[in-house]
């Protein structure tokens, strides 16, 4: 027998309230909180928070900041040292990235000397921390084809970009996009970007209690913001994490292929075994 439904009898969508909607589980989705520069006051109002909600960030350090102690744009900030680095690193398993040695613009330098921006800073944040750098976060997100080429050939993984959009590491690694935190951003435009992606990759520069500048977001936000992803289990990750995690996707699908090829022996030929590592525990 057939049966037609009329429009009044098709059964209505069951549409969650508004309320119901903020209670959704979000364990499916990551962040990553991509800091840039290392100005003190990612110690003074991110690092407690971070603490309190065992979250992690990747902070792109200008080396020659850290190692000369400048004075940063505002008299009353100045940069990160090394001593609070290392303390983030310990208790909150941050990830250090590079931002050059000295902030520059990498498309307006001359090949030799771009690449002492890029690779003298892995090598110096490296011996500093004893630790590998493989992410590289390019300043202003200034960058063409050479410089992403001599990204790579430095030996970083990935590469952080200013640009808007969600990443995908199979398409790009070395122009990450992400969403910037600027002092004209709103918390409910934050939340509810990250509801509709997978992933979402965080810029932000400085959280302070009264912005003033662009760059700058306020406290009690960034707070409600990591309050918020706490409640709905939201995922938060460094950008080296993401790579490990792709890097682990990447493995895993070489092996169904090979199994499928009968071909075992060009499965490890290209095998980042860094990347298949645990990583940082917090
Ligand atoms: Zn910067």
Request: aromatic share 10%.
């Amino acid at each position: 027998m057939l049966f037609l439904l009329l429009p009044a009898q098709l059964p209505r969508p069951v549409l969650p309230s508004a309320s119901a909607l903020d209670t959704f589980d979000l364990s499916d989705h990551t962040v990553v909180l991509s800091v840039d520069d290392g100005y003190h006051s990612v110690y003074e109002n991110i690092y407690p928070l971070l603490k309190r909600y065992q979250m992690t960030i990747t902070l792109a350090l200008i080396t020659g900041c850290i190692t000369e102690g400048k004075p940063s744009y505002r008299p009353s900030d100045r940069f990160l040292n090394e001593r609070e680095i290392r303390e983030m690193m310990d208790t909150c398993g941050i990830e250090i990235a590079s931002h050059t040695l000295t902030h520059a613009w990498l498309t307006h330098l001359d090949t030799a000397s771009a690449w002492r921006e890029i690779s003298d800073s892995k090598r110096r944040l490296e011996s500093l921390f004893g630790t590998e750098v493989i992410t590289f976060v390019y300043p202003y997100g200034d960058m063409n084809g050479r410089v992403r080429e001599m990204v790579r050939r430095a030996g970083y993984k990935l590469a952080r970009a200013v640009r808007g959009g969600t990443p995908n590491l199979w398409v790009e690694r070395y122009a990450i996009p992400e969403v910037e935190l600027r002092i004209e951003t709103r918390l409910p435009e934050v939340i509810h970007y990250i509801r509709r992606h997978e992933t979402t990759v965080i810029l932000l520069h400085r959280i302070v209690h009264s912005p003033k500048v662009f760059t700058e977001w306020p406290v009690s936000d960034f707070a409600a913001l990591l309050d918020w992803m706490h409640a709905r289990r939201v995922r938060v990750v460094t950008l080296s994490e993401l790579y490990r995690e792709w890097w682990r996707e990447r493995l895993n699908r070489a092996l169904l292929q090979s199994t499928a090829d009968s071909n075992p022996t060009r499965l490890f030929e290209d095998v980042d075994i860094d990347a298949t590592r645990t990583p940082h525990s917090r």
